[in-house]
């Protein structure tokens, strides 16, 4: 059974920085595509970040958040800095088993057939 299990979540003041850990088990996705999207209220789930060997990101996040895995340990880390109240939301883990060979695919949450539980990101003004 897979699981992804996210971490790392909290309250901050906008300009601060947190730094989230999803840890998959029950497969190891060294050489697949993992991701981070996030959930706002009325809002939908979005795009964050995603990486396999090249990372991406959504314009909202460059420069500010930075995406990386440790495939010893099944996991992947979203470093966020610079945050701002707009990027309040649930982040979820995302896990595909398999590749992608389209670069536009990275940023489609139906292309990720694992996900996390999620972990809320509250930034305050």
């Known amino acids: 059974q897979v699981q992804l299990v996210e971490s790392g979540g909290g309250l901050v003041q906008a300009g601060g920085s947190l730094r989230l850990s999803c840890v998959a088990s029950g497969r190891a996705f060294s050489d697949y595509p993992m991701g981070w999207f996030r959930h706002a209220p009325g809002k939908e789930r979005e795009f964050v970040a995603a990486?396999?060997?090249?990372?991406y990101y959504a314009d909202s996040v460059k420069g500010r958040f930075t995406i990386s895995r440790d495939n010893a340990k099944n996991t992947v880390y979203l470093q966020m800095n610079m945050l701002k109240p707009e990027d309040t939301a649930v982040y979820y883990c995302a896990a595909r088993w398999g590749y992608l060979y389209n670069g536009n695919d990275y940023y489609t949450r139906e292309k990720y057939g694992y996900w996390g539980q999620g972990t809320q990101v509250t930034v305050s003004s």
């Open positions: 990486i396999r060997r090249s990372t």
